[in-house]
């Protein structure tokens, strides 16, 4: 067999928040559970080398993985994380029936809206609660036969098919074809309830980042700040978002001048007006 260098591929981790999405992560990268329920802010990014024999030949990738929020609405913040995939991993719960729906009207239209055809796999996770699950294998199978794709159960907690879902979707991305056009589909209306300080916020964060220069290193700033005062990203309130203003304003500090860092912060304020209206 010969043996082909290593090539760096990025995939993301995408469902609903608590799915365990965070989980499987740490199961595949460190061999480790912790059933500590963490909000993933903003996105986190992991790296894995992974090694795969396609076609009697051996490939070393680089898996760059994005772990993202698993909470709608947040638009501007997966337009600019989602670009340079090359493929996804959907995971639902088997003992929230919704997870899976929500697959199906939002997390995967909003993959084809923003970034066109990747391979990606299916994954019902927390297997080691079937008994407790509201959807069944036959349910599954009929899910991703309609997309075509691969599925598994898997469980972050035992570690069932974690490494097997890892390395299915290292495959499916060396089988794709590297000349690959973005399927050029129709726009597709998501589904779900908005709310209008996950808008703002979504508003918030985007600014700052193009104000700090890269998404992916103003991330882990906001994370930071946010972590700090205790904020949560799922319903964040009005006092909330003034508090995340003042202390994003506190940061540009350190990097803008102060008649910059006033007019950012009065042009969030004016933004938190909108919803006071």
Known sequence: MSSIGEIKKKIIILGDGAVGKTSLIRRFVVDKFDDNYLLTVGF?????????????????IKLQIWDILGQKGYVEMHKSSFPGTAGV???????????????DNYW??????????????????????????EFTEEDLKKFAYKYGVP??????????????????????????????IPKSLEP????????????????IIDDFCKEFGRYDDAMPVIRRQFEL??????????????????????????????ADVEANRNKRLKWLKEIEL
Not at 44 to 60: C, F, G, P, S, V
Not at 161 to 175: C, D, M, P, R, S
Request: charged content about 30%; aromatic content about 8%; hydrophobic content about 40%.
């Open 44 to 60: 986190k990014i992991t790296a894995k080398n992974l090694q795969i024999t396609l076609d009697r030949k051996h490939h070393y």
């Open 108 to 133: 995967i239209p909003n993959v084809e809206n923003l970034i066109g055809e990747v391979p990606y796999i299916i994954l019902a996770n927390k297997s080691d609660l079937m008994a407790d699950a």
């Open 229 to 258: 005062a205790n904020f949560d990203f799922n319903n964040p309130t009005l006092e909330d978002l003034k508090n995340a203003i003042d202390r994003l304003a506190k940061v540009e500090i350190g990097f803008k001048d102060t």
């Open 188 to 203: 597709v209306t998501l589904t779900y309830e908005k709310n209008p300080m996950i808008e703002i916020l979504d508003k």
């Open 89 to 103: 991993m959907f995971v639902a719960d088997i003992t929230r029936k919704d997870t899976i729906e929500s697959l």
């Open 151 to 180: 599925y598994y159960f898997t469980s972050a907690k035992s570690g069932e098919n974690v490494e097997i879902a890892f390395n299915t979707i290292g495959k499916q991305i060396l089988k794709s074809d590297e000349t690959r």
